[in-house]
């Protein structure tokens, strides 16, 4: 499969001047090489019907466009116009190699594994890295139930997360949580900092099927306590902490999250960026 | 679906007389309920056609009747009848309801991961747990290479494993690789004590399709130095140690391990025996 | 060496009731004793001279007097009155029969190290726990100085703590630093939360002698973003976020914690306490 | 303090051709600079009574200097004629100038704390490294104490090691043991590969005064395991493994390993080159 018509975003702003000129550059080439490609603050999308976004920025602007486009079954290609790209197939210095290689169709489509939660009888989602309960300060105590069957069924941490492998090299891995390889359909269970030592992060298949994992928040140290509820690094709910015997569920969302990569070389490479090293 | 004809297989030997008299108790109490139960060593299997295969004795006896009879499509259903039974579903004081549960159909067959591993043009299989390149003295260097690209170039450790989910809480644990649900499609890939803090465990979906890892042994301290091959516990290829610049391919087996269980109410039990509590 | 005139707090207010009535049946047991004791809340202190301090009540109470009183030359001996008593020398159920035992002269007096730090040219102390620099959200860049030789030159990570051994085992810990015994004259250098792998957490001993550490906060993510300055728990520079630039100087206290305890048996019993294992 | 006389020792043999040229070079260049200095297979060293050891190799050929030269107070200095120089103060390409910084005095004589450890009623040491009692293939149960107070009553995993700060970046590290700055008094105390998650890496100051660990191996899976005795990498009792119920007692050795370095500069470096990095 080949693709000839192209959907650019970026992030914009003063921040993202830099990421807009980008995305300029990458509209003219495509056009200069035959292809039809619009920015889409210019375009009425729905009608427009692209059949790849091509997405300049960070991690922030790649994930974002992969939430918004995925629902239309559009995949979207990330070119690296920040520091930190780990979600990008291309970089500032090879992206008109890359966007040929687009054109020809030799990506793959990977469908990665998004989530949603649901709190208070609202359903949020897509989700594309992880659902995060925390609390700055003290431990608090949580409950973890999957499929029904408790899990922990009292668990002292700062807080508690669940990763999608797209997620597990970012917040997940900086609280000890296991780095999933992101075309893995498990999460990870991941307690944050918790004082008793025998809590370890797990990984889990459940929810790439119909599974559930319930968390509780049961009580913090304090009686007023409220933990925040947090997804994809933002407060969705934002002036709603949990109160102790509330409860979040997470779930798989049904449509996975589409992203044109050059596959393995590129994830090996952005695990590079990680600091994992290839020798030594 | 429900089981009635059913083979007993237990461990044999002066050691575990314990496990073999347990084991004339379960065909007793089998045939006591109208079922056709006969031991494994009275009868020719092919011909008897069993439904399910009771396995009495510890993880080990377990293991190989999984590894055994899966290629004939009969699960194995397992009684813990030593001191530590991760693969059991029933234990030596609840095993009369269990086996009622057994027969009425109520038992999920899992269709566990299984390894093979090629070496030398040989090709070794199934492996249920981990196979296992290690020296117990010195860091060696291995390169590990999944689907033809190098995830590690170079990567000095005492050993490198990989282990299936259902072995990931065995030796992979020990050695601070990821925990793994049994129920999982990845593998861990695990550096066994590397003196590199940036080298950590992984976890890779790639096996479950039709991906394969190699590792190759690049070389040792000293020029004479060899590297033990091990798989499930056992000395593979007993009289040949891998050497400098040879490797090994792991892959899937075609043939899923069957192993019947009372699914997550019992690996969570599991879990709590190998040390996982469920509160503090 | 003996022991006869005893000064004893607790922790006061509502919250508290169960710990001000224990205060008060310990001062009638040791009245009964025919030893000379007096609450804190009665007492003008300096004048009344008390060869030991007993506190009743939690972590937080004995910690405050460990800091209160030191300076005189008073150790402290703790009552749990409290659910985690990790200093105490006693609890609820035994703490007659240790009283017998403190008068007697039977506990070690431990010089446990403490810290100050110096920030803005004013500096505070003595902290008995951690000094923590930190950010909820995202990880910031931090530099490590040890007598003046860069450490870490930039390290990203949620925040940077300095440990003592009597903190070690508490914020310390739930963030991957090494438990250090008690009384040890070693600190742990522990970064919490870094995303890069091979930042690990280390002991250093210069600050049982005239050593120092120093910790810049480089810069965060974005322009605005502060660091909190928190030790022991709380924020003691409430309203002066550090910004980025700016840096902490933390060294030993002059004045060591004087900490009465029943030595090894009661670190061991504490370290059950905190869920590490007797067996397993 | 200036050093005018020197020994200078290095490894041998065939496979050291290098590094006995550079001692050979070390010399000439001393005798150049109008000090003493003679290699220590042409001397009778009592006789000779050097001021300073200088050991051209490897870390083995740095340790075994320290150990045979402290008992005379004469500290060593490292010169890296290998791959890895840990210990060594000066590289292949700084030598000269670092000899001529030695000669000035300008270096720091650490007291490096060693151990010793007593089987069957013989004490062997100074150990600089680790004491090492080990098992490849299963988890052995083993118990420890701390000056008579048991620490761990039964703990299972693959062995057990006592290292020393100099040690603990080496052997100790790779089985998760906290890294120690050289200079401490603290030893870990670290299990190898645990199936048990609770049981982590401890450090402790007991044995920096007169306290002593003792490691009892109290049985294994099977009858007849014996476990191996290992320290510094050698084995010590080389045809008496440990035998179910015996038990090896570690202590401080009376004298302190003396190592020349350039301090805190050195240390940082010689982190660098583990693996530990300066920024990212």
């Known amino acids: 499969m080949t693709y000839h018509r192209f959907l650019i975003v970026s ?11 980008l995305a300029q550059e990458v509209k003219a080439e495509l056009n200069q090489l035959g292809e039809i490609a619009h920015l889409a603050t210019d375009i009425d999308v729905p009608d427009f019907k692209p059949g790849m976004v091509i997405a300049v920025g960070g991690d922030g602007t790649i994930m974002r466009a992969m939430k918004k486009y995925s629902l239309y079954s559009m995949p979207t290609f990330g070119i690296n116009g920040g520091t930190l790209g780990f979600l990008a197939g291309a970089e500032k ?3 008109r190699e890359s966007l040929k290689r687009v054109i020809d169709g030799k990506v793959e489509i990977e469908k990665r594994l998004a989530l949603t939660f649901t709190f208070r009888g609202v359903t949020y989602g897509p989700i594309a890295n992880e659902v995060f309960l925390s609390h700055q300060e003290d431990p ?4 973890v139930t999957i499929d029904g069957e408790v899990f922990w069924e009292r668990i002292e941490a700062r807080g508690f997360m669940v990763a999608t ?5 970012a917040e997940n891995f900086t609280f000890a949580g296991p780095p999933i390889f992101p075309t893995s359909r498990d999460v990870a269970l991941t307690p944050m900092a918790s004082p008793n030592p ?3 992060a797990f990984t889990i298949p459940q929810l790439s099927d119909d599974g559930e994992v319930m968390i509780e928040f049961l009580d913090g140290k304090y009686a007023d306590v409220t933990v925040q ?10 002036d709603e902490p949990v109160r102790p015997g509330e409860s979040i569920v997470v779930r798989k969302d049904d449509v996975p999250l589409l992203l044109a990569t050059f596959g393995l070389p590129q994830h090996l490479r952005a695990l590079r960026k990680k600091g994992f090293p290839l020798k030594g």
Do not use: C, H, I
Request: hydrophobic share 35%.
């Open 11 to 21: 992030a914009t702003g003063e921040k993202y001047a830099a990421a807009e000129a």
């Open 93 to 95: 210095d090879d992206w």
């Open 140 to 143: 608090m105590a949580y409950r």
């Open 165 to 169: 492998p797209t997620g597990s090299n």
């Open 198 to 200: 025998a809590f370890r």
């Open 229 to 238: 509820l947090k997804a994809d690094g933002q407060k969705y709910v934002p």
